[in-house]
């Protein structure tokens, strides 16, 4: 795309200035519209070093309300940071609905810095590219408007940029050894510029290539995009998304009417056995740690199926420094304003760190669904967006164990009522888990087609049978170390 | 404090085995109760190197709910840390209302490391003992309960240790070179924590030596503290805390009836006066930038008075990649759960970079304290607290400026007015706006008393007189370029 790019025409200076005007107006007024509208808008500036990405994004910003907008650097990932996955700091900065993000230099440039030295292998590079498309992918079929620039400029350009801004103390500090570096290897450069352009040119996010050799005109280029992006998005806002294909590799788990549930375990052996896994698990999160395993736990299940003593089984075998127990209860506002995967991706483990999730994004193809919290096109996407998203995960590294605890109708009456009639157990039980027991129809339909679609072999289900709670909690162990040896091995 | 250090004397087995029952069984009961009762436990456990701090809150913990506490390895800060005030990532681990966080090592390792180093003199080190007693007076009187703990063992117990944990691979990670360090140097170290113990012992957070040498007994210590502790918490709740008399050099202010609000700027004036301005702040933008001076810029004003278009004069001259301004809205559930400075102490800048609040922590005196949101001596408290808040920013570097914008109760209306016959505008003017206009001369007594009491010579407060907005926007630009120029003076 750039070897190929012809610059735009330039328009005379009188009509220069008016184009400029008309979209500095359009720009501001299709804020307030945006705020109304609960549209997010992420603008992603990548480009040569020394281009004027960061100026550019100064001057479009003065048409815009501070208080519904914000610029951020991307640097190099700093050490914690490259204990997460690749995207993480990236998913982390993504607006909220009603404003703008805009971020100096992205994905893009972390990923093609590491192609100019040699640090990604072309498996590596496809791998990276595919996970980059379904993030773009994802952002846009949740309602986010993602706006991709690329500042170009040629390398004669950005050598006297970077001698003059060198020139000057107060400007020095923002030429990099990279920006230097990249106009000593330009073509090189341009070469992975070029195909990773091509690579990631979507139909929901394109490349825009701004001609940078000047500021006011790469200034008037970035708006009349922006712009134009804005009115397609909010025209394209009713449209439901097409739904993708599930081709996951799935991994068989029965329907819950399969599920037998009088499994159960003798009490001494229960003790015994608890003891003897537990230490075992110990062991296993050295090792885990050592060689910077992460791992993800989920836990799915009935109201009152006892998930919370079997997390507890689970983490009194943890050493206290390495894991975390995330509840998630409704999304609070910050986390209702953006993609619904945000909070769990902001909540990922390091490398090394086990998180346990006490309910999961799984909501979306639950509560969400039988509540109506988002609309059908929403939550059937969700099947195809979660399997991208644990593949995500496991493409990482982590080993993801999902947990549903089921138990019977009657048996939640029974620990319902147990509940509402031992004072140390009241705060356990609310109206609310009343009223979705009278749901539970509802609920196991979506809860099978929720398995069946999700159960992939690389994340599958697993069920735990927990009429009787301390079978269930052994299972669970069970499968974690099954699980954390095979990663180990 | 350990220096004369006499060792609790250990129970015989039997009574030994009987109270680890009850306080295991207590801390449970307990945590169910502060769950309830929305009382916050931060638990500092800090101590020699190989002490058994971290397995000791492992054991701790099993007691507890994992839903309902955290543990927190804190690390030397990272680079991006260091640019924040040192108390930064300690506050941001505060816990929330009915939870527990464990800090395994926290600031007083931190000092003392500096210390053993020779990496701070004893005037840095006062000051900073300083600043600590401040935050943890400030935790408890905000209903925090605070533990602290010291694990305590002898140099030959630690030698022990240490070699024990390096022959072990899966546990010779666990044992830093700072560990040797203070093993060689075990004299040395003494002295550094015995002085900061002796210097930090206050009453509404004492220290606990816990006798490590046996890490059975030294969970019984604990235990027992923790259960103690939140049992007298739990009784002092209804308690008011004692009013501190202020101390902070003030700055004259004048009462809001004193100020003549028919300033105003001939507008061909005002443009010529804005641009040059602008130029003039752009230029120091940067200079603050290399120089490392973090600037945190507090707007304050009646509904409508202008504060957001004064804003935008201001982060228009910004550079982009510099400044954030956060508006400050009413807390979400998050930030409503904690100590009510932990979402500013979250949002502060890092050296180098500008934060501008639209709203502020002046809230507490305000809206909080007339919409009795806050308890009498909450908010009559608040004006010590936030004293001390802004002293510990200016303490650290930055420079801390506060606007109050102000205008009649006639301008108020004429501007409400436009905006509800304004379509692009209405969303600007909510219900809220008009109650709180109701309650004027409530709030202009509550303000009067907020800028006498809190305008401190380190940050001190400015009135922009803004009938006349574009008089307030030239004066808030003057402000904050003599403040600037100043401080990089």
Chains 1, 2 share one sequence.
Not at 6 to 20: G, Y
Not at 137 to 165: C, M, P, W
Not at 439 to 446: I, S
């Amino acid at each position: 795309m750039l070897k190929q790019y012809s610059k735009p025409e330039r328009p005379d200076k009188e009509s220069f200035t008016k184009r400029l005007k008309q979209a500095r107006e359009k720009l501001a007024a299709q804020q307030m519209m945006l705020k109304q509208r609960n549209l997010p808008v992420l603008v992603l500036v990548e480009g040569w070093g020394a281009a004027g990405k960061g100026g550019a994004i100064g001057r479009v910003i003065h048409n815009l309300d501070p208080r519904f907008f914000k610029v951020k650097t991307m640097k190099s990932p700093s050490v914690e940071e490259q204990r997460y996955p690749f995207l993480h700091r990236f998913f982390q900065e993504i607006p909220k609905a009603g404003q703008f993000v805009f971020l100096d230099s992205g994905w893009m440039d972390e990923i093609c810095r590491q192609r100019f030295h040699g640090k990604m292998d072309d498996a590596q590079y496809d791998a990276r590219i595919s996970s980059v498309k379904r993030f773009e992918r994802q952002l846009t079929d949740n309602g986010y408007l993602l706006v991709k620039l690329f500042f170009h400029i040629s390398r004669k350009e950005q050598e006297k940029r970077i001698a003059n801004l060198l020139a000057d103390k107060d400007t020095a500090w923002r030429i990099s050894d990279s920006d230097k570096w990249q106009n000593k290897h330009y073509n090189k450069c341009l070469e992975v510029f070029d195909r990773y352009l091509q690579d990631t040119d979507i139909p929901d996010a394109p490349w825009y290539i701004v001609d940078a050799k000047e500021r006011h005109w790469a200034e008037l280029q970035m708006l009349e995009r922006l712009c134009t992006g804005i009115d397609t998005a909010m025209q394209n806002e009713s449209l439901a998304v097409q739904l993708l294909q599930n081709s996951f590799p799935l991994s068989k788990v029965p329907l819950l009417s399969e599920v037998s549930l009088d499994k159960s375990i003798d009490p001494a052996e229960y003790k015994a056995t608890l003891d003897i896994l537990q230490k075992k698990l110990y062991g296993l999160h050295y090792r885990l740690y050592r060689k910077r395993v992460p791992v993800v736990i989920c836990y799915e299940g009935w109201d009152a199926a006892g998930k919370g003593g079997n997390i507890k089984r689970v983490t009194e075998a943890l050493d206290a420094r390495g894991f975390e127990v995330h509840p998630i209860a409704s999304p609070d506002p910050q986390e209702k304003a953006r993609h619904y995967l945000w909070r769990f991706w902001t909540r990922l483990p390091k490398t090394g760190h086990i998180a346990i999730f006490d309910r999961t994004w799984y909501g979306r193809v639950m509560v969400e669904r039988l509540e109506g919290f988002c609309s059908t096109n929403d939550w059937q996407r969700a099947y195809y967006e979660i399997n991208e998203f644990e593949k995500e995960l496991t493409d990482w590294g982590a080993v993801v164990i999902k947990f549903w605890v089921q138990i019977d109708k009657q048996t939640q009456l029974e620990r319902f009522e147990e509940r509402q009639n031992t004072p140390e157990k009241q705060w356990k039980i609310t109206e609310e888990d009343w009223r979705n027991r009278e749901k539970w129809d509802e609920y196991e339909v979506a809860i099978n087609e929720m398995l069946q679609k999700t159960s992939t072999t690389y994340a599958p289900w697993h069920i735990l049978e927990s009429v009787d709670k301390k079978y269930a909690r052994i299972k669970a162990l069970r499968i974690i170390i099954d699980a954390l040896e095979k990663a180990l091995d």
